[in-house]
């Protein structure tokens, strides 16, 4: 089985709306003017670096915004250009939740299980719901229909709906969610977080949201088909959400035997670790403490949204923001980790700032899911990167996404049509036939 990295490309309406509470990036960064071109350069800069290093990366593809068969929901009526026109008067911050261009975070795409985990043995994908903002939750549909595009041989592929639309269910998809599986073994111990408990009894953070529910992460793994003895719930520290750990994966990150987290990431740690332990052969923590680096100094720097990515002779790589370059703290526990005896023997960083600024840090911009040889091989759709698709994917970049994006440019309609103009090329560049509204 190899892992696989599908990077959502930040799509061309990409801006700063505050849409997201308890994302305090994103929050800082409300109104402020984006560059939706340079956001996708950089996305696409990390793909090909990570790809020229002989790990294996894919693409998947923005969404259609903004998005108006979803203003037309809310009432609004006419032409799709007077609908924007009269949206960006009369409600400007609807047109900016339909014009996000927040799917570039294919972490909360679905959540991934692979062939050897699952009782059918095909490789299931639950698309998330992201109920918890409107902006989000446009995502469901697009996603579920590309997944469903690109995974297309039934025989192998299970894609789920996406589960219920309701509070009970709220499902943030891969970012809270962690397999491990140690080198030799087969089937993996699949980790599912979650930030409150929608049935039972369980502690709720004060501050801000909690968006992914016990009960969304128990259903997954009933319709994943995974073993429950394999299976991990923990809850996340509500503390760490108060804190602005919006999702999982901005305090930890695991792949293979290795679990790279900050002290205070879940409730009653020490459990949580000594069953991985217990599960997870070679167990190897890497927990970080309030001395070494402060909750909020994790979520400034967004050092645990690193990708970390397994090396053929047993070492790790760690796929950083150049954020962490710029603090000191960071920046020395990096350098300790990589000179020690830890298992991550490198650290490369890369600029993300315009995905960063919105809160999307290297490991939201990416899907992990593992494939088998042959699984790869039934995948017919042009989504695998190498330089020649890079290539074509960097020109399509610089014809048709713009350099400057303020908030009251969503008002206008050019950028719809150019969207769609750019959108409509690249899924006949990607071969993902009719997957968007305005092409049905
Ligand atoms: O859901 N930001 C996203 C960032 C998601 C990051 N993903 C992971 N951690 N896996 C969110 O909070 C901000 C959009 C705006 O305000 O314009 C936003 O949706």
Known sequence: MVEINFDGIPGPTHNYAGLARGNLAAEKHARMVANPRAAALQGLAKMRALAARGIPQAVLPPHE?????????????????????????????????????AAMWAANAATVSPSADTTDRRVHFTPANLIANFHRSLEAETTTRVLRTIFVDKERFAVHSPLPAATQFGDEGAANHTRFAAPAEGSG???????????????????????????ASEAIVRRHELDPARVILAQQSPAAIDA????????????????????????????????LERMVSGFMPIVVTDAELSVSDA???????????????????????????????????????????????EVITFNLRQSMQ????????????????????AIRANVFLDAALADELEAWIRRHYRDRLAPDDLGDPALLEESRRALDELSTMLRLPAIYPFQR
Request: charged share 15%; hydrophobic share 45%; glycine share 8%.
């Open 244 to 275: 602005g750990v919006f999702h999982n994966d901005v305090i930890a990150v695991g792949s293979g035997n290795v679990l790279f987290c900050h002290a205070h990431a879940f409730v009653g740690q020490p459990i949580v670790l000594e069953k």
């Open 189 to 215: 111990v699949e980790m599912f977080v979650y930030g409150r408990s929608a049935l039972s009894a369980a502690s709720a953070p004060q501050r801000f949201p909690a968006r992914q529910t016990r009960e």
């Open 65 to 101: 915004r903004p998005l108006v068969p979803a203003l037309r929901e809310l009432g609004f009526e006419g032409s799709d250009a007077a609908i924007v026109t009269r949206v960006a008067r009369e409600a400007p911050q609807l047109l900016a939740a339909c014009s996000s261009a």
């Open 358 to 377: 919105n809160g999307g840090g290297p490991a939201c911009l990416r899907l992990r899911v593992a494939l088998t040889p042959a699984e790869r091989a």
């Open 299 to 345: 979520v400034a720097t967004y050092l645990f949204n690193s990708q970390l990515i397994a090396r053929a002779n047993g070492t790790f790589l760690l796929v950083a923001p150049a954020e962490c370059n710029e603090h000191t703290g960071a920046r020395a526990l990096l350098d300790r980790l990589v000179s020690g005896s830890s298992p991550i023997a």
